[in-house]
């Protein structure tokens, strides 16, 4: 397919690789002069000089950009065709999908898996989207993802997307809180995340964020700021729903004391700082 792909950024730019990858024709754009022109030498492509001029002629636009206000600005610059299908794939929240996908064709498909799996084309994918809309996508979907699934109408892939990333930085902050109760209780950190990795308490937060956190290191697989706004779109998503949501709002006051530190572009592993802050000593092994 002849495939426009606006956002190269961290997950973007290894997502639209691997549309390059899988046969697809793709002229990209960014917001960074010179990036899209870059990427485009080094994968085969074309670059374009604006998103109007990405999806001139294209099958699919996809977009993977930052929130809802970015996907709507962009959108609302390209001229809407029978023969154009918008592919969201940047969690934007239920609301503002359903609202782009008024007179277009409009699938929503937000991602979970951090950038090694966008690497490597084994994202997890979550659509939402009218079955004939879905099934042009598809292709796309699969050289992007290792599982996708299509969750009913459109809004219900960043339905559940939004839910997830709750669990996730709460996962992460229960881990952060409990390296801090172990450090303060002189047990040997390392041999800790072992035991626990085979225990009740496994999870993927422990396997991907316990060393980081013991060496805080945040190199970002998913910043801070960015699990913030999900996590504040869960938030007004039970809102809507009129259901109340306290693991959504403990993790979001965390996450915006994060913010506060300076962290946002930070992996949300640093999440940890905030509750050494709290706790008032920092993670060491005895």
């Known amino acids: 397919m002849k495939v426009g792909f606006c956002g190269l950024g961290i997950m973007g730019s290894r997502m639209a690789a691997q549309v390059v990858k899988a046969g697809h024709e793709v002229t990209a754009w ?36 930052v929130d809802g206000a970015q996907v709507t600005s962009l959108i609302e610059q390209v001229p809407v065709r029978d023969d154009l299908l918008f592919l969201d794939m940047t969690t934007i929240g239920a ?13 929503d498909a937000p991602v979970t898996g951090s950038s090694p799996r966008a690497e490597n084309g084994t994202l997890t994918i979550m659509v939402g989207g009218r079955d004939e809309d879905v099934a ?21 892939g960043q339905a559940v997307k939004v839910i997830g990333n ?32 085979v225990s009740s308490g496994a999870s993927t937060m422990l396997d991907l ?24 779109l869960a938030l007004e998503q039970a809102h809507e729903s009129k259901v109340p949501y ?17 962290l946002a572009d930070a992996d949300f592993a ?11 000593r920092p993670v060491v092994s005895p």
């Open 30 to 65: 960014t917001r960074t002069e010179g990036k899209a022109q870059a990427w485009a030498d080094e994968h085969g492509a074309r670059a374009a000089a604006t998103p109007a001029e990405a999806a001139d002629g294209a099958d699919v636009l996809i977009t993977m950009l």
């Open 95 to 107: 609301p503002t999908a359903r609202q782009l996908a008024q007179g277009r064709r409009f699938v």
């Open 136 to 156: 042009v996508a598809m292709p796309l979907l699969q050289a992007m993802g290792e599982k996708i699934i299509h969750m009913g109408p459109v809004g219900h």
């Open 166 to 197: 709750v669990i996730s930085s709460s996962n992460a902050i229960i881990l952060a809180q409990s390296l801090i109760a172990g450090a303060a209780a002189g047990i040997d950190l390392e041999k800790a995340i072992d035991v626990l990795s």
């Open 209 to 232: 964020k316990a060393r980081p956190m013991l060496e805080h290191d945040w190199t970002t697989l998913f910043k801070l700021e960015h699990m913030l706004k999900d996590v504040r």
């Open 246 to 262: 306290p693991a959504a709002a403990d993790a979001a006051q965390l996450l915006e004391g994060g913010m506060s530190r300076g």
């Open 270 to 280: 640093s999440v940890l700082e905030v509750l050494e802050g709290l706790a008032g």
